[in-house]
């Protein structure tokens, strides 16, 4: 009779344990769906704007229709057009950091990963570093052109686009790896949380 007993009881156990064990699943299953792929369909549109606007900036580099304070001006731009996106992964990332569910090492590297683009100052998200970068080195680029104006000798502007095209490029490479890091830690996610 006890052993009747007791095993009606470690079957009950056993059946509450599969339940919960399913609920996690679900719950892990509807946080994947609800919370990851919005954001991850955000970072494949900032991606791919990311991409045309390194596309755009090469070829108007290289073919020099466009000056190099326009494309400034387009950089900035597109800058400020992506600020929701990089405000959405910093705040996944704070979400990450604080949350005291378990959440689990998959979702914190890829919130972590994809805020890895961000640009800081004083610890505050404010860019994306990716067009930071860009600015940046027109910017000095641009100062190079003013100082040719004035100074003997100077290097050519095709010269100096040259080397700025180089520049991007690098910049791009170090996107597509940022954004290679992304998709594997978005995948891991994935299989985490859709067993």
Excluded at 38 to 67: C, I, K, M, Q, Y
Aim: glycine letters at 4%.
């Amino acid at each position: 009779m006890e052993a009747v007993a007791l095993g009606a009881a470690l079957e009950k156990l056993i059946d509450r344990t599969i339940a919960l064990v399913r609920e996690r699943e679900i719950k892990r299953s509807a946080f994947f769906r609800e919370l990851i792929e919005p954001v991850h369909a955000s970072f494949t549109r900032f991606r791919e704007e990311h991409l045309r606007t390194f596309g755009e900036v090469r070829v108007r580099l290289r073919d020099g229709s466009a000056s190099l304070t326009d494309l400034y001006d387009l950089v900035e731009d597109k800058s400020l057009l992506e600020s929701r996106s990089w405000s959405m992964f910093d705040r996944l990332e704070q979400l990450a950091a604080g949350s005291r569910a378990r959440v689990g090492e998959e979702f914190i590297d890829y919130a972590r990963s994809l805020a890895k683009c961000l640009a800081r100052t004083d610890g505050i998200p404010n860019d994306i570093m990716y067009y930071r970068g860009i600015r940046s080195r027109l910017a000095v680029a641009m100062r190079g052109l003013e100082r040719a104006n004035w100074e003997e000798p100077h290097e050519p502007e095709a010269v100096l686009r040259e080397r700025l095209f180089n520049e991007v490029e690098s910049l791009l490479i170090q996107f597509n790896e940022y954004t290679g890091e992304v998709e594997a830690a978005y995948l891991r996610l994935r299989n985490h949380c859709l067993v």
